[in-house]
């Protein structure tokens, strides 16, 4: 995706660039108020440093809504949070969605949804074959409602993502 999208709701979905961290830690804060799994500054770099075509925010006239960080990646191996890395997988065959956050200011708006959309399209037309994340347990509702659906996986691989953590997934061949 290149440019931004326009959204009725009078935000846009645009690239993230590294002057956009600095905000994306005050949203990140605010969205995780009360878990401790926060993300510091060269975590975000990093991301946009190795896949800056999958890593997007959401800006309005009130600033930043919302962000998503994403990228392709191998199924079935979530990777750890705020662990920085050297490279992208080769081959990979799944679009992994690490971290979705949105403003409590801007809650209701359809934020999420449309960085979310934003990144399916993506992964769609780069061919891969389905989305995959890490949900928080309060989240799982969420998920589950944007076509996402638990994935069994080894406990051990969710080390870091709190308690109720569970990996899901949303197959993208049946998408249009």
Same mark, same amino acid.
């Given at each position: ?7 009725? $709701? !009078?935000?846009?979905?645009? &690239? ?9 830690? @005050?949203?990140? $804060?605010?969205?995780?108020?009360? =878990? !401790? ?5 060269? =975590? =975000?770099?990093?991301?946009? !440093?190795?896949?800056? *075509?999958?890593?997007?925010?959401? *800006? ?10 994403? %990228? ?10 705020? @662990? ?14 690490? #971290?979705?956050?949105? &403003?409590?200011?801007? $809650?209701?708006?359809? @934020? ?11 992964? *769609? ?5 389905? &989305? ?9 509702? %969420?998920?589950?409602?944007?076509? =996402?659906?638990? @994935?069994?996986? !080894?406990?051990?691989?969710? #080390?870091? %993502?709190?308690?109720?953590?569970? %990996? ?7 998408? *249009?």
């Amino acid at each position: 995706m290149s440019g931004s999208l326009r959204f009725p $709701a !009078d935000f846009a979905v645009q &690239a993230m660039q590294p002057a956009d961290v600095e905000a994306v830690l @005050v949203v990140q $804060a605010q969205a995780y108020a009360g =878990f !401790d799994l926060l993300e510091d500054a060269g =975590f =975000f770099l990093n991301r946009i !440093d190795l896949s800056p *075509r999958t890593c997007w925010i959401a *800006r309005g006239d009130g600033g930043l809504l919302g962000y998503l960080v994403s %990228y392709p990646w191998t199924l079935g191996e979530p990777p750890q949070l705020n @662990v920085p890395l050297r490279a992208l997988p080769a081959g990979a065959h799944s679009w992994f969605l690490h #971290d979705c956050a949105v &403003a409590p200011a801007a $809650a209701g708006r359809g @934020v999420g949804r449309a960085l979310v959309s934003a990144g399916l399209c993506h992964a *769609r037309t780069s061919g891969l074959a389905c &989305a995959t994340l890490v949900s928080l347990g309060p989240a799982r509702p %969420y998920w589950a409602a944007l076509g =996402f659906e638990p @994935v069994a996986t !080894d406990p051990g691989q969710l #080390d870091g %993502y709190g308690t109720d953590a569970c %990996y899901m997934r949303r197959l993208l061949s049946a998408d *249009r």
